[in-house]
């Protein structure tokens, strides 16, 4: 699988397996539902800060987000 297909992949599951829409996501991050749906679809690369909030709302380590780890969980804090 192509990375930026991995990225799309993850962060639609993430979405529906919280059952959520994509509007519900994109108010999250503070953008509209149809730049939000254009990362969902690979079609424009998300900005690292979004992908950052991501994280934070899922509780999945950034890494996991972006295809590098197979591990959701974010690393815990000191």
Known sequence: MQPIEEFTSRIKSLREDNDLRQKQVAQVL?????QY???EKGYRLMPV???KKLAK???VDMNYIVGISTIKNPYPKK
């Open 30 to 34: 503070e953008i509209t539902q149809q």
């Open 57 to 59: 709302y899922y509780n």
């Open 49 to 51: 800060d979004l992908i």
């Open 37 to 39: 749906s254009l990362y």
